[in-house]
């Protein structure tokens, strides 16, 4: 099976991602919604649509402004749903706004996104897939690894040998600290 340590480096699409974005711990709480959103929108498609689309998500979405998303009403949720240049999928669209409020919710208690998952730290997959599908919506198993891989909190995103994996190393992303 090819992974996609092999496949990325290089490439015009994935290359850029996979070299500085993939497995790297994430802090800020507005890539951490982008790489949410961005995974809930995958589901059922390639994540070359999704990287080809990510413009188009980023300007729909406000830059994945947690506050802005979640005050969205009924005109913002027609305008998603006509954008032709995002994943027009209803049940996608409504659960980026309330996951965002239940954003907004996450941040009075633990002060940030990040702080809520520093607060779960560490947890094995199937615990993360629980807590998810009960704080927020749309988000499965493959979803919630996914996420958890790419923002630094699950182990998996690159192979030892992909050269990736030695910069992510030097970080010290969540999963490390409890090896």
């Known amino acids: 099976m090819t992974t996609y340590c092999e496949v990325a480096p ?46 188009n998500f980023q300007r729909a979405y406000d830059q994945f402004d947690i506050d802005t998303v979640a005050a969205y009403g009924e005109v913002e949720r027609a305008r998603l749903l006509g954008d032709a240049g995002i994943i027009r999928n ?5 659960a980026a706004i ?24 560490p947890l094995p997959k199937e615990e993360w897939v629980k807590l998810f599908k009960r704080t927020f919506r749309f988000t ?20 030892e040998d992909c050269p990736v994996y030695a910069e992510i190393a030097a970080l010290h992303p969540a999963w490390m600290r409890d090896q």
């Open 10 to 55: 290089g490439d015009p699409l994935h290359g850029d991602y996979h070299d500085h974005e993939y497995g790297f711990p994430v802090s800020d709480d507005a890539v951490l919604f982008e790489r949410l959103i961005l995974e809930i929108n995958q589901a059922g498609l390639s994540w070359a649509t999704i990287l080809r689309k990510r413009a």
């Open 90 to 94: 209803r049940l996608k669209v409504d």
């Open 98 to 121: 309330e996951n965002a409020r239940r954003l907004v919710e996450i941040r009075e208690q633990y002060g940030s996104f990040v702080g809520w998952l520093d607060h779960h730290h």
């Open 140 to 159: 499965g198993g493959e979803i919630v690894g996914e996420f958890l891989m790419s923002t630094g909190y699950l182990p998996g995103a690159h192979g």
